[in-house]
């Protein structure tokens, strides 16, 4: 199965800004999860939307979902430092469990 | 305490040699992959385990064996390994059915040299 896009490939953004990145997969899906990873670490999960739901908000996060488009974005907001990260979306498009990852977008946030 | 945990953290080695890395899940799971993250970032499974049975067994070079002795562990031997072997492994944890969050180690970096 081919890989999801993600769209910029790297975004740096001043401390405080809003950051939002984007997503796309190729067939019908009944999930979308999106993923961050630090340098050097694994991939820490940060939040699942359904292939019901057009929007889904965690903290500082917000996911929508458009399955007409097929396509998906997570904005974070007031971002920190910390956020810097690679952010993967990934669905579960290649069957039941078995996910399928986007290329990932680099955030480097700039304090 | 660290939930999904893989073993060694780096691994150098020359090519031809055979390896094996170790995972270890305490959160319960009945599920748990191997994912190979090449080094412009993507990410792929190779294999998936439910119940230390093989649900999941992608288009992976049979030099690649994964063994799943209890439902909390899955290893990989990797044998005669290869230049393009080189990558960082993931090992991660999932309840059964859809809809479910993967939780991942921190991954293994293997360096051929």
């Known amino acids: 199965s081919q890989q999801g896009e993600e769209d910029p490939q790297a975004l740096s953004i001043q401390e405080g800004e809003n950051a939002t990145m984007n997503c796309s997969y190729k067939?019908?899906?009944?999930?979308l999860q999106w993923y961050r990873q630090n340098s050097g670490r694994g991939l820490v999960h940060l939040i699942l939307?359904?292939?019901?739901?057009r929007e889904k908000h965690s903290g500082r996060l917000r996911v929508t979902l458009d399955t007409s488009k097929k396509s998906s974005s997570l904005l974070i907001t007031a971002s920190r430092a910390a956020d810097t990260a690679s952010y993967f979306c990934?669905?579960?498009?290649?069957?039941?469990?078995?996910?399928?990852f986007g290329q990932g977008t680099r955030l480097t946030i700039n304090p | 305490d660290t939930a999904v945990s893989q073993t060694p953290k780096y691994l150098v080695t020359q090519m031809g040699n055979d390896k094996s890395i170790k995972c270890e899940q305490n959160l319960g799971h009945d599920t748990m992959y191997w994912y190979k993250q090449d080094s412009k970032k993507f990410l792929k499974i190779m294999f998936s385990y439910n119940n230390k049975e093989l649900i999941i067994n992608e288009t992976v070079p049979n030099r690649f064996s994964p063994k799943s002795p209890d439902k909390a562990h899955l290893n990989l031997h990797i044998n005669s390994l290869e230049l393009g072997d080189s990558a960082v492994y993931f090992c991660a944890s999932s309840p059964t059915g859809q809809n479910q969050p993967q939780h991942f180690g921190d991954g293994t970096r293997l360096s051929i040299l």
């Open positions: 067939t019908s899906i009944n999930n």
């Open positions: 990934a669905t579960d498009e290649g069957g039941a469990q078995k996910l399928v």
């Open positions: 939307i359904r292939s019901n739901e």
